[in-house]
């Protein structure tokens, strides 16, 4: 990792922390490297990372096969400059100052690589609209 400060953080959350919230995180650590701080919770998370989703990321070529799910704590909310809820209702602690938005996504739950790879896809064009945001608010040396 560079010495340089990460531009922005970002927080992604959904329920389980094992699907969207993870295939989100696992794109931008992908596309901004060292850029962006990126963070992954859920309010309940699952056990493990959903298979299709680690499978439909590899088909990229991005490994999250060794993430875990984590529970959404205010101090990681906190921490971060934006919150991304992803469609499933989730509630997140609520800071002044923060960037909330919330991506209606498909759950991937139960859904083999085939019903996964359109939520994947979707989730990458958003990434990437993302950040270009983040690079925009870049401030000028």
Request: charged share 20%; glycine share 10%; proline share 7%.
């Amino acid at each position: 990792m560079s010495a340089a400060t990460p531009l922005a953080s970002v927080l992604f959350v959904c329920v389980h922390n094992a699907g969207r919230s993870q295939m989100a995180a696992g794109f931008l650590r992908h596309l901004a490297g060292d850029r962006v701080e990126v963070r992954s919770a859920g309010s309940l998370p699952g056990d493990q990372v959903n298979p299709a989703a680690v499978a439909a990321m590899a088909e990229l070529g991005i490994d999250i096969s060794d993430q875990q799910p984590k529970v959404l704590t205010p101090e990681a909310a906190q921490a971060s400059d934006y919150i991304i809820t992803m469609g499933c209702g989730d509630v997140c602690p609520y800071f002044p100052g923060k960037t909330y938005l919330d991506w209606q996504l498909d759950d991937p739950a139960g859904q083999g690589v085939e019903a996964v790879r359109p939520i994947r896809d979707e989730i990458k064009g958003l990434i990437e609209g993302l950040v270009a945001e983040i690079d925009a608010r870049k401030p000028s040396l």
